[in-house]
């Protein structure tokens, strides 16, 4: 059975302890909750809170001593492993540091291998109205990285303030699945209860299960039904996989008028856009799944562009890779084999990786094969489906990609049969079973 888990994340000093508090307290002698805590410093202050305040609370592990985004990934995969393998509670909550970004924890999570024991829920972003700022890069990224938000401290809020707020959230897109308005953290008794899926009842959009067994047809929406306009919505599952270079064909085509769309895409999580014929895609901290609406002419043949669409998704395929492949701007490929790394390089991990093992080569020499130039972007993917964010080039450093241990395939418990591995102070990447890297 899979055990929930709840992120409760946002920006610092909001009321994310306060609200996970109450959370767990409501349920009090009803379950038994496990709580993680990232404190960013090492003085551990707010799971000292927690551990003190909290009812119903079988244990409270700290992560200290930095974002588990960025200097912890692994401590977080391993303290909850420990929880499902020794606690056993019924549910897990995690605070992320107050400088955290919840697409990182819930990356981290698949990334770890713990999918397929977990039940995410939806990600509880916290804000403080008289706080928030838009335009502050990490604020933004909680913000669209929420699914449920978390209005707070809404007694000391001045009007002008909830206004803004409110305006926000009428027209983001894709809208949060709800949207609560609070003081001192209390939140509804059902919150753990609720779903990552759409509620059916607040939007006309046909639905793909996670596992992709897509299904729909075009509708009009009131907005936008006039006589010569027709426009449709999509929503799969987060599992499905976009080709990007394939979707990007699709959006070319004239007859698109406006489009809009989150992806799961082989390049990462993408945001894409086409308006007065333009394309633009860039990154998104959205996670929940891959989605979209789409507005032609009546003329137009929607279903064929549609089934263009569904074309350009493919569940990637998950096993043990015999190779690493390489893929450029101009889509040339090139497979690299255990033998082929061995012969860029066989460095000792021990020596640039404390308490890791095993033989790997400068992650760059291997990019180099593709005469990439110093400011090309490169994403990693792994066997799961998941990728990197976009890194550039001469940001790889001393990233290693280990590829044997002791002569032998690095086995799958320690990530093989391919890795990433970072030193201490590199670009943050760390990916197990890659599969392949590709230039954009």
């Excluded at 009842?201 to 509708?219: A, I, L, V």
Aim: hydrophobic share 40%; net charge negative.
């Amino acid at each position: 059975m899979r055990i929930p888990v709840h992120i409760v994340s946002g920006f610092l000093g909001v009321g994310k302890t306060t609200t996970l508090t109450a959370l767990v307290a409501a349920r009090a002698g009803s379950e038994r909750a496990a709580l993680v805590v990232n404190d960013f410093g090492e003085a551990a202050i707010d799971a000292s809170r927690l551990g003190g305040e909290t009812d119903g609370a079988e244990r409270v592990l700290n992560i200290p001593g930095g974002c588990v985004c960025c200097t912890a990934p692994e401590g977080l995969v391993r303290v909850v492993g420990e929880l499902l393998d020794v606690t056993r509670p019924d549910r897990i909550y995690i605070e992320p540091s107050g400088l955290g970004r919840p697409r990182d924890v819930v990356d981290m999570l698949v990334r770890g291998g713990l999918a397929s024991r977990v039940d995410l829920r939806p990600v509880i972003v916290v804000l403080d109205p008289e706080k928030f700022d838009a335009s502050d890069p990490l604020m933004h990224e909680q913000w669209e990285g929420g699914d449920v938000l978390v209005v707070n401290r809404i007694d000391l809020a001045s009007e002008a303030a909830l206004g803004r707020i409110r305006e926000a959230v009428r027209t983001k897109w894709p809208p949060f699945l709800r949207v609560i308005e609070t003081s001192h953290g209390a939140l509804p008794a059902d919150v753990p209860d609720w779903s990552r899926a759409e509620p059916a009842q607040d939007h006309g959009h046909d639905h793909d299960d996670d596992h992709g067994h897509g299904h729909g047809h075009g509708h009009d929406h009131d907005a936008d039904s006039t006589v010569n306009f027709h426009s449709a919505s999509r929503i799969v599952g987060p599992s499905e996989v976009y080709d990007w270079r394939a979707l990007n064909d699709v959006l070319q085509d004239a007859a698109i008028l406006r489009f809009k769309g989150m992806f799961h895409s082989d390049i990462g999580w993408i945001r894409v856009d086409r308006a007065g014929g333009v394309v633009e895609q860039r990154g998104t901290p959205w996670r929940r799944d891959s989605r979209f609406d789409l507005i032609v002419a009546t003329s137009t043949d929607l279903e064929g562009i549609l089934a263009k669409v569904e074309a350009a998704r493919s569940r990637p395929a998950v096993g043990e890779p015999d190779g690493v492949e390489l893929v450029d701007a101009d889509a040339n490929r090139m497979e690299l084999t255990r033998g082929g790394l061995a012969r860029l390089g066989a460095l000792d991990v021990a020596a640039s990786v404390p308490g890791r093992v095993g033989t790997a080569v400068l992650l760059r020499d291997v990019v180099g094969l593709l005469s990439a130039p110093s400011d090309a972007r490169v994403v990693l993917s792994a066997a799961d489906g998941m990728i990197t964010e976009p890194i550039r080039v001469d940001a790889l450093g001393d990233a290693l990609l280990v590829y044997a241990l002791d002569g032998q395939p690095l086995p799958k418990g320690q990530g093989g049969p391919f890795r990433v591995l970072v030193p201490a102070g590199g670009t943050c990447a760390n990916v197990k079973a890659l599969t392949r890297i590709r230039i954009l």
